[in-house]
T-cell receptor
Framework: SQTIHQWPATLVQPVGSPLSLECTVEGTSNPNLYWYRQAAGRGLQLLFYSVGIGQISSEVPQNLSASRPQDRQFILSSKKLLLSDSGFYLC?????????FGQGTRLTVV | GIQVEQSPPDLILQEGANSTLRCNFSDSVNNLQWFHQNPWGQLINLFYIPSGTKQNGRLSATTVATERYSLLYISSSQTTDSGVYFCAVEASGTYKYIFGTGTRLKVLA
């Protein structure tokens, strides 16, 4: 069966520090991969999606970037975090039908 | 891009009551799902329902794709049903899952 791993679960980072969040999927090949962000008390905003290795589409211009170095690995990065980058980050995968989500990373920038 | 609106935004129920949550979308979709987000932030898949009707215990869902809406029914609500309910759609011709605005449900004992 397919599983999705996302880590870490929580993260506290100072302003100006770099960020790297990793997401991996097992049990499937060539999945569509997604990164979402949820601000406190708000909905889920699509940040990036990828339909294949090296193919990244950005939905919102911001301080973040994404990469897909391997088929089932999706990485969210920032060179310098801002206070406004705080939030709950969720990774997801789909096979062009149903989408499945990881457990999320709660990021607090201080 | 596609717009996804949910109603009502907030809902308070007494335990045992029934409710209907609605999701309207502005364009044709390939995929549609309903999720429950628990207090810890975890998104639980409730239904994958791009069209038709499905039931799972006390929950059921109906999507009328031609009229661009979906409904989630919760019967005999329990306090554990509390949380935020989201619908998410993938617009036809895209690979993007776009979330609705959510309905925050609170069930009182």
């Amino acid at each position: 069966s397919q599983t999705i791993h996302q880590w870490p679960a929580t993260l506290v980072q100072p302003v100006g520090s770099p960020l790297s969040l990793e997401c991996t999927v097992e049990g499937t090949s060539n999945p569509n991969l997604y990164w979402y962000r949820q601000a406190a008390g708000r909905g889920l905003q699509l940040l990036f999606y990828s339909v294949g290795i090296g193919q990244i589409s950005s939905e919102v211009p911001q301080n973040l970037s994404a990469s897909r170095p391997q088929d089932r690995q999706f990485i969210l990065s920032s060179k310098k975090l801002l206070l406004s980058d705080s939030g709950f980050y969720l990774c997801a995968w789909s096979d062009n039908t149903e989408a499945f989500f990881g457990q999320g990373t709660r990021l607090t920038v201080v | 891009g596609i717009q996804v609106e949910q109603s009502p935004p907030d809902l308070i129920l007494q335990e045992g009551a029934n409710s209907t949550l609605r999701c309207n979308f502005s364009d044709s979709v390939n995929n549609l799902q309903w999720f429950h987000q628990n207090p810890w932030g975890q998104l639980i898949n409730l239904f994958y329902i791009p069209s038709g009707t499905k039931q799972n215990g006390r929950l059921s869902a109906t999507t009328v794709a031609t009229e661009r809406y979906s409904l989630l029914y919760i019967s005999s609500s329990q306090t554990t049903d509390s949380g935020v309910y989201f619908c998410a759609v993938e617009a036809s011709g895209t690979y993007k899952y776009i979330f609705g605005t959510g309905t925050r449900l609170k069930v009182l004992a």
